[in-house]
């Protein structure tokens, strides 16, 4: 209702809000519903081709040697005070040197910095870590413990308890997207940000809904705000979809990428085939829609973003819109063969960029 006197753009305004909020969520929900009807229909056609195999999938109950190699470092846990949670990581390099700080994504683990551990360690104390509900990190059991804002704070406790006040931090895909966010909101704890295959959040959220072509690669946003039927369409035929992400030729390495052994698709089998396993990672998106967009944006620090230009997911455009948001330093660099794995796919290039990154000085302001 109007108040006395009010201006008819300040009512316009005030409904315009709510009216805006209802379209968003009529947005989400709709595009949901289509997802999950095509999801729906690959389960059809899956039980009618091979109905004998479509719910068969085994739990690995022994993790692959590769997991426990000793030059990819020491399996360490922390538990974080505030939250109870216990967290888990793969440190390499000598305590005490500066920290480097790794963010996977999904459906990943720690073991997807495995190059990176190996390559840093020299120089850097290097903590690949397994983020909230991944791998041997706990899993809270509610949605809601996967705020973004958790996430943020997760990072910035576990640096604390790992002893340091600041670090280099480094993010890929959700991870990127939650490096992103620490380094906006905990500047002061991010010496440089270096991000591979992920915007800006504010860059995400303004593109998707301008470009149809985003959105359809970005259906797995959607379709993860179902409950329980994305877990079980992973679990199909032995994990298949899981496996298809990193070796098909539309998601995964390509072939001039340094593809993933036998061993490496075991690693990811053994760690999401265990009971439950898949949740957690999932409920990362649960609750993205309720968390953005973002009411600060600035990034301060130097940046280094780097793009797999054939990414499935990711539309390349959106990494040069990113530098608008960066009030320092920014480099981007795109790898014109390489996929949305970006670090496992073309590991030498990526590991020598960060070098130059992490070695050139500091002060240079923007270009």
Not at 125 to 136: F, H, M
Not at 249 to 266: F, N, P, S, Y
Not at 323 to 328: L, S
Request: net charge positive; hydrophobic share 40%; aromatic share 14%.
């Amino acid at each position: 209702m109007a108040r006395p006197g009010e201006p008819p753009g300040r009512i316009r305004g005030r409904f315009m809000v709510p009216l805006r909020a209802l379209l968003f969520w009529a947005l989400v929900y709709s595009y949901c519903g289509l997802c999950a009807c095509l999801e729906l229909l690959k389960l059809l056609w899956s039980i009618g081709r091979r109905p004998g195999k479509t719910f068969q999938w085994v739990t690995r109950e022994n993790p692959p040697a590769c997991l426990n190699d000793p030059s990819l470092g020491t399996h360490c846990y922390v538990r974080i005070k505030d939250s109870g949670l216990r967290f888990h990581y793969v440190a390499a390099g000598e305590r005490g040197k500066p920290l480097m700080l790794l963010l996977h994504g999904f459906p990943e683990f720690w073991y997807s910095w495995r190059h990176q551990l190996r390559e840093f360690k020299s120089e850097y104390r290097v903590v690949a870590l397994d983020l909230r509900g991944y791998g041997e990190t706990d899993a809270p059991s509610h949605k809601e413990n996967y705020k973004l804002d958790c996430l943020i704070t997760d990072i910035k406790d576990i640096l604390e308890s790992l002893g340091y006040n600041k670090c280099m931090l480094i993010g890929h895909d959700w991870g990127g997207m939650i490096a992103w966010l620490v380094a906006i909101c905990y500047p002061e704890m991010v010496t440089k940000l270096i991000v591979v295959n992920f915007p800006h959040p504010s860059v995400f959220t303004e593109y998707i809904l301008q470009h149809p072509s985003q959105l359809i690669k970005s259906g797995y946003y959607f379709f993860f705000q179902m409950p329980w039927f994305p877990e079980f369409m992973f679990t199909i035929n032995d994990f298949k979809v899981l496996k298809n992400l990193f070796t098909s030729q539309t998601t995964g390495i390509g072939r001039k990428g340094c593809r993933l052994t036998a061993e490496d698709i075991d690693a990811y089998l053994y760690i999401f085939s265990q009971p439950g396993a898949l949740t957690g990672p999932i409920n990362h998106y649960r609750n993205i829609f309720s968390c953005l967009p973002l009411q600060h944006h600035e990034v301060t620090m130097p940046t280094l973003l780097l793009w797999g230009e054939k990414d499935a997911f990711m539309e390349v455009e959106m990494a040069e819109i990113t530098r608008i948001y960066v009030k320092n330093h920014f480099r981007l660099t795109i790898l014109s063969e390489a996929s949305h794995w970006l670090q496992q796919d073309q590991p030498d290039i990526v590991n020598k960029l960060i070098w130059t990154f992490l070695k050139e000085d500091v002060t240079r302001k923007r270009e």
